[in-house]
């Protein structure tokens, strides 16, 4: 007895090329700060804890004037002596990048896809 294979039809597959597209990063480039003040770490700060969730963030912006990815790792949870507990659950870090486009400078959540346009931030497209 002959099976037939099935051959997906056109617009099953153009179904699949466009959400391929739609999950790659927003247009832009990476960018970097080129100065940081306490605006801007203000600024950054918020957003990266609106994209997160978290309730409290301990971020360093300075970082992004040498790289346009800045990676988050949770804190483990700690005993009352400070010292990490064994087998506590460890997520893995979240990763950022900062994107220039049109004239705007974002921070990205790389995993999400999610964004934040940063008015206060001065940048200027990372070099290749």
């Given at each position: 007895?002959?099976?037939?294979r099935?051959?997906?039809s056109?617009?099953l597959?153009?179904l699949?090329?466009?959400?391929c597209?739609?999950?790659?990063l927003?247009?832009?480039?990476?960018?970097?700060?080129?100065?940081?003040n306490d605006?801007v770490q203000?600024?950054?700060?918020q957003?990266?804890t609106d994209?997160t969730g978290?309730s409290?963030?301990?971020?360093?912006?300075?970082q992004?004037?040498?790289?346009?990815?800045?990676?988050l790792?949770?804190a483990?949870r700690?005993?009352?002596h400070g010292?990490l507990?064994?087998?506590?659950?460890r997520?893995?870090?979240?990763?950022?990048?900062?994107r220039?486009?049109?004239?705007q400078?974002?921070?990205?959540?790389v995993r999400?896809?999610k964004?934040?346009v940063?008015?206060q931030?001065?940048c200027?497209?990372?070099?290749?």
């Amino acid at each position: 007895m002959k099976t037939k294979r099935r051959v997906p039809s056109a617009p099953l597959i153009l179904l699949v090329l466009s959400a391929c597209q739609s999950s790659a990063l927003p247009q832009g480039q990476p960018a970097r700060l080129r100065s940081v003040n306490d605006a801007v770490q203000q600024e950054l700060t918020q957003a990266l804890t609106d994209l997160t969730g978290a309730s409290r963030l301990l971020v360093d912006a300075g970082q992004l004037r040498q790289s346009s990815t800045l990676t988050l790792e949770r804190a483990g949870r700690q005993d009352a002596h400070g010292v990490l507990l064994q087998g506590a659950e460890r997520e893995l870090p979240d990763i950022f990048q900062l994107r220039w486009s049109g004239g705007q400078c974002a921070i990205l959540q790389v995993r999400t896809g999610k964004s934040r346009v940063l008015k206060q931030a001065d940048c200027q497209p990372a070099p290749d």
